[in-house]
Every structure is written in C-alpha cells, then in structure tokens.
C-alpha cells in the first residue's frame, strides 16, 4: 500500500510570505506527526494529532507556526511570514495508534518537504 | 524531559565488517521504548531495529542488533556484515508513552566503504 506522502518535495519562498505544507498519512494511521530537521536543531518534534483529541502542539518553536488535520487524516503544517530560520525538511510521520503495545505505535515517515526562506 | 545523545557524529567501516553506534538517553519513565531509524540520501526516515523497556532480550533484526543496557540507559546498534547500502544517517530515538512523540538523538553519519 501507498506510503506517508508528503508535498511539495521542495519550497523556496522568501522572508515573510506564509507557505503551507501538506501531509497524506497511510490509510487508517489515526495518530500524525510533524517534526522538523534543520542543522542547528537536529530532528525536533513540532505537533500531533491522535483521533478526535485536542492536538498536542507542545513543539511548536512560535505563534507563526500552526497545523491541522482535516477528516482525521490530510495534515496542513502552515508556517505564518516565514524566517531564514524556519529553512528546514519538514517531515510528517503517521502510527496506527498510540498507548497501544507492540508494533502499532511505530511511526511511519514521508520523504520530507525541504523548505528553503530565502 | 528526555535527552537522547549519540556521541559519534561520524563513523566509517569496512564493507563485510562489523561496527557498533552509540546511543545513551536520560530518563525517570520505567515504561518506554527505544528505536534506531536510518536515514539515507533520499531523506526517508526508516525503521531498523525497535526495543521495548520491559523486554530484557536484546532486539534482532537480521544484520541489526542493539544491546541495551537499561540501568546504564544505554542503547548501542551493531551492524553486522556491513554493506554498501548501509551508508546513511542513523538517528536513536526515544518514546515514551507508547504512542507519544519520538526524541531523536543528534544522528551518527555511518560510511561503509568498499
């Protein structure tokens, strides 16, 4: 079956446009991830959805970035008047469930989005 | 919060020869579970080997296996037999709850040569 699916493979855009990237998880993944690897940083978690839960947006870096997940399953990372410092790949990964043992909470990833601010 | 350190930023080994990564983590959770994801080119994050704390058997996958050592919260990957397609970015990484978010270590460049 078809993977995490993740578009556009590639951004560039420049200081203070907003851009927004987009995230298909595997049929059926109820949980959904946005991390974020940059050279400074590394790799470092930005938000979740699980369900019909409240999302966990514990990593987001600032009020400019924001995330939703439509239906329960297509996810849209948009990033507000973009910096030089949110140059990142952005990944998106999707599990089955969570507190759940065995290996359904083992996530999942796409290619990544490389977004470039220039 | 979770810390996950690898010490080695790069490696280099000999094609068909064995070579050890480095991972140690820091936590106060009895309940989580640790895994090594390898990162080609491509960027495609992939899954290598998994370990569940409560499980004292070390995980084996084929040419992978980690020895966890959880009192020292110690959690080494060995690649056996290397070979060419094993050169790649390898990243540890932490969860815990089960289900929550991965903390990744800073990642281990791994080149295998021919």
Known sequence: GAGVSQSPSNKV?????????RC??????????WYRQSLGQGLEFLIYFQGNSAPDK????????????TGGSVSTLTIQ??????????????SLARDNRGTDNEQFFGPGTRLTVL | ?????????????QEAETV?????????????????????PSRQMILVIRQEAYKQ?????????VNFQKAAKSFSLKISDSQL????????AFMNPPGNMLTFGGGTRLMVKP
């Open chain 2, 20 to 40: 050890t990564l480095s991972c140690t983590y820091d936590t106060s959770e009895n309940n989580y579970y640790l895994f090594w994801y390898k990162q080609p």
């Open chain 1, 13 to 21: 855009t420049e200081k203070g446009k907003d851009v927004e990237l």
């Open chain 1, 24 to 33: 298909d998880p595997i049929s059926g993944h109820t949980a959904l991830y």
């Open chain 2, 1 to 13: 919060a979770q810390t996950v350190t690898q010490s080695q930023p790069e490696m280099s080994v």
């Open chain 2, 57 to 65: 058997q070390n995980a084996t996958e084929n040419r992978f296996s």
């Open chain 1, 58 to 69: 514990s990593g987001l870096p600032s009020d400019r970035f924001s995330a939703e997940r």
């Open chain 1, 81 to 94: 008047r973009t910096q030089q410092e949110d140059s990142a790949v952005y990944l998106c990964a999707s």
């Open chain 2, 85 to 92: 397609g094993d050169t790649a970015m390898y990243f540890c």
